[in-house]
């Protein structure tokens, strides 16, 4: 109720403004928008959730991208070959590249079911789960704190978190049995 009033009182303020001088000039018009954004963004939206809420003086939201001309990857050393892969958007994958920001981390992944490699993260993530076809060179989250790589196919629920670039001889890469692999991020141009 108080924001209804505020914005009817800022309305009626901007419309007394522009009444006498007939126009309001653009560097004091846009000092009143600065004073009604900010009055409608200081009051709490009450019930509404918050994809209702419209807020304009808030800083678009930072992503794991340095700038427009570079985008992070996530690299994978395995069995001393590298490969990379890109990051898919959503807040999994922005929550590990972020974790990688920090340092590298080394996961043994196991082999399961012929058609992708497995291991624990050792930390949890935000999960996602849908029902995807995880296909070579996907990347996935699978409960929230297990790493899959793949390079056969297999539905199941999983959270995407990258692909992998150049799948060409992924799987004589991965090779049989347990494997090492050290993740990092890095900067792509």
Do not use: H
């Amino acid at each position: 109720m108080k924001k209804v009033i505020l914005i009817s009182a800022l309305l009626f303020l901007l419309s007394a403004i522009s009444g006498c001088s007939g126009d309001i000039p653009a560097e004091n018009n846009s000092s009143v928008k600065s004073s009604f954004s900010a009055a409608i963004d200081s009051e709490p939206m009450g019930n509404n959730s918050d994809s209702e809420q419209v807020n304009s003086t808030t800083a678009p939201e930072t992503t794991s991208e340095p700038n427009g001309d570079e985008q992070m990857e996530l690299i994978l050393t395995i069995n001393g070959k590298t490969l990379t892969a890109k990051f898919e958007d959503n807040a999994a994958a922005k929550a590990f590249c972020e974790r990688l920001s920090e340092g590298s981390l080394t996961v043994t992944l196991s082999e399961y079911g012929g058609f992708e490699k497995v291991g624990e993260l050792g930390f949890s993530l935000p999960k996602s789960d849908e029902r995807i076809e995880g296909k070579a060179g996907d990347i996935l989250l699978y409960q929230g704190d297990k790493l899959t790589v793949f390079y056969g196919s297999n539905e199941w629920s999983y959270t995407k978190l990258a692909a992998i670039v150049d799948v060409d001889g992924l799987k004589d890469v991965l090779g049989s049995g347990d494997i090492t692999v050290t993740l990092e991020v890095g900067n792509k141009r």
